[in-house]
């Protein structure tokens, strides 16, 4: 998937392990500690890589996006910490949540200073771009956040609309990607035009992809390569895309039995789990999701090839993306 970009993740490996060299001579250790560990666990790093995809697709060196690139995986990590504190998640990329291998208060206060180093580091861009570029980050910060407490309220919520879902994940996830290009471009120099039509791109690619890891939860035929429990999402009557569409299609009938389902105990997590996708099959949930996914990377793809880019650059881009939505795993 990242192979023709391994020149520009290897870029970006090496500008995080200078900032990470850092970190070890900072006082008090156990503030900054945890940002070291939660930065060495590894991951796609797909939203610092699409800063610099983009920062290169307009015709700039992108090197230029580094500090950008930086930012948003520094954010993206502040948000992990936090999210697994909510979430009271045992395991990070299985490995201790920072919270757990510490404890929460330094978790909290060590993401707490994690988002305060993300604007930090945009500091040395030139001033004609760190305006722009902190508008645009500090309007994510805010979506990002907003989404995850959408996210929670849907948890006591007892009717929630395939919209709002939508909403949601958009917020809590779908931005920062766009968010990643657009301070790409703005590092580039790209015109306000080219800024929306990448921001637009990275958005739908974000919310087609969430929309397929619900499907997987749900479908995925290799739960270990996976990386997950299949099902979880059903087992905790978790809102997703799937069930609350189910409940919107389903008659009185599958309505009660789908309800029932959800009441079904975790000792019997199987037995739930092929019940409520009984009921998905009957109404071609599996289906619906793709189709909507579908639709929102048609949109990706349709600003993408608005732009007026070098050509071998947009196909690539395209393919990157292709690979990214198009898993089993």
């Known amino acids: ?6 020149p520009l993740l290897a870029l970006f490996h090496s500008h995080l392990e200078k900032y990470k060299s850092g970190l070890s001579t900072l006082e008090p250790e156990e503030l900054y500690a945890p940002e070291n560990y939660i930065l060495s666990l590894g991951g796609k790093r ?31 990590n502040f948000s992990l910490i936090h999210d697994d504190i909510l979430d009271q998640a045992p395991l990070r990329r299985n490995q201790p949540t920072v919270h757990h291998k510490w404890n929460t208060n330094i978790a909290i206060l060590s993401g707490d200073v994690m ?26 910060a805010i979506e990002v956040c907003e989404g995850q407490q959408w996210d929670m309220n849907f948890e006591q919520e007892a009717e929630v609309s395939v919209e709002a879902y939508l909403k949601m994940i958009t917020y809590k996830t ?15 120099g790209a015109g306000e035009a080219a800024q ?20 997987l939860d749900a479908f995925a035929e290799d739960a270990e390569a996976f990386g997950k429990q299949t099902g979880g999402d059903i087992i905790s009557n978790k809102k997703t895309f799937l069930l609350l569409k189910a409940f919107e299609m389903a008659n009185a009938g599958q309505r009660k039995r789908l309800q029932e389902a959800l009441q079904i105990k975790a000792d019997k997590a199987a037995e739930k789990v092929q019940l409520v996708k009984t009921i998905y ?30 050509n071998d650059k947009k196909v690539l881009l395209e393919q990157f993306a292709g690979a990214l939505l198009n898993r089993s795993v």
């Open 174 to 188: 779908a931005v920062l990607l766009g968010c990643s290009l657009r301070m790409g471009a703005i590092c580039a």
């Open 115 to 140: 988002l305060v180093k993300a604007f930090d580091v945009l500091q040395s861009e030139p001033a004609e771009q760190m305006i722009p570029l902190w508008r645009v980050f500090t309007k994510t």
């Open 196 to 215: 929306e039509a990448i921001y637009h791109f990275g958005k739908h690619l974000g919310i087609a992809f969430q929309l397929l890891d619900d499907k």
């Open 281 to 310: 099959s009957e109404l071609g949930i599996e289906q619906l999701v793709q189709q909507e996914a579908d639709l929102h990377t048609s949109k990706a793809i349709a600003y993408l090839h608005a732009l007026n880019v070098n």
């Open 1 to 6: 998937m990242i192979q023709s970009y391994e």
């Open 46 to 76: 797909v939203r610092p890589l699409l800063a610099l995809i983009a920062c290169d697709l307009f015709g700039a060196p992108p090197q230029r996006a580094l500090n950008a690139a930086l930012c948003v995986e520094l954010f993206h």
